[in-house]
């Protein structure tokens, strides 16, 4: 294996644009003022332009045209140059802009640690104050480096928070309609489905719906669910083994109608179920379905529903 180093990594994940616009303008910066980091991308950009199927584009305001013009990475210090002695306007305002994307939370780029749970995964990690993460199929978190001074964690989809009591700082779990603050629990924080959850095994969380500004507490064994669309709220008791049942590799449909649970079916094999009649949708489904692969839950759903299940293309399947 290679041993790359992080200056190496930002300028590759720049090169495959595999980074944001607010996050390119940062890298820019970075590449002004850094030399060491500047010489790193002029190695590297010399392999990338050397490459012969090196066609994915490069879209910066300051970089696009060192790419073109004759491929010559050696213009690059030239760039640095020019940029020092007659940009220095573009730059403020680049800096501006993205100081801005960062005080308004428009962009990830202040989140330095970024989890992935790959599909049909379910991954656990130790954060830095000790807390535990276990994500659900498909789910991610971010995070800051300086964790212990900023606890705040940025979810999308769902994960189970085992957390690290600590009176002084408190640790907060953001998605995109919700806010969880907790000094030292464990909760289940669901942003995948219409009906968003935040379900509390043990301990106090409060939650603050972002849209209404309405704060709620929540004690053991209550959950707070949230419908983006209908703007209903609903405080409820809830079965803490059935909500928790995905992190044993369980599917559990516990009588839900079919549209209901596609969302869940669908994070938890990372693939499309489709329904096509509004019958079936309305058609109620229950089973439990533990450390089943997609073709063995096929042959279970269609036994036990009466429904037909049938591959179409990719990864979509139809309901019928």
């Known amino acids: 294996m290679f041993n790359i180093s992080q200056k190496e ?7 495959i644009n595999e980074i944001s616009k607010a996050e390119r303008s940062v890298f820019e910066i970075e590449l002004f003022l850094d030399d060491d980091l500047l010489s790193t991308f002029e190695n590297s950009q010399t392999i990338w332009i050397s490459y ?24 690059l ?17 680049v800096l501006v802009l993205c100081l801005g994307f960062n005080l308004i939370g428009m962009t990830p780029s202040g989140y330095t640690n970024h989890r992935i749970a790959p599909k049909r995964q379910w991954p656990t990690f130790i954060l830095p104050d000790s807390s535990t993460v276990i ?12 964790f212990a001074k900023r606890k705040t964690i940025c979810l999308k989809e769902e994960a189970f928070f085992k957390v690290t009591k ?9 998605t995109t309609d919700f806010e969880v603050k907790v000094l030292g629990t464990d ?15 043990k301990g106090k969380v409060n939650v603050l719906l972002k849209e209404s500004k309405d704060e709620i507490d929540l004690l053991p064994n209550e959950e707070l669910v949230w419908n983006a669309r209908t703007k209903a709220v609903i405080k409820r008791n809830f079965d803490v083994l059935k ?6 590799n369980i599917l559990l449909l516990d009588d839900e109608i079919t549209e209901d649970a596609l969302s869940k079916i669908n994070q938890f094999y990372g693939v499309n179920f489709v329904i096509t ?12 379905f533990k450390n089943q692969i997609i073709d063995e839950f096929i042959i279970s759903l269609e036994f036990i529903s009466d429904l037909n299940l049938t591959r179409t293309f990719h990864n979509n399947i139809e309901i019928r």
């Open 9 to 15: 990594k930002k300028c590759l994940r720049y090169l």
């Open 52 to 75: 012969p199927i090196s066609s994915l584009p490069i879209k910066s305001f300051f970089f696009n045209w060192i790419i073109k013009k004759d491929y010559k990475p050696v213009k």
């Open 77 to 93: 210090k030239h760039i640095k140059f020019y940029l020092k002695k007659k940009s220095a306007l573009s730059l403020a305002f």
């Open 135 to 146: 994500l659900n199929s498909g789910s991610e978190v971010k995070y800051f480096s300086d």
């Open 166 to 174: 600590n009176a002084n700082t408190p640790f907060i779990v953001n």
């Open 187 to 201: 909760f289940n924080a669901n942003s995948a489905t219409s009906d968003q959850t935040v379900s509390l095994a």
């Open 243 to 248: 909500c928790l049942a995905w992190e044993d």
């Open 277 to 288: 009649g509004s019958a079936i949708a309305k058609q109620h489904i229950r089973g439990l």
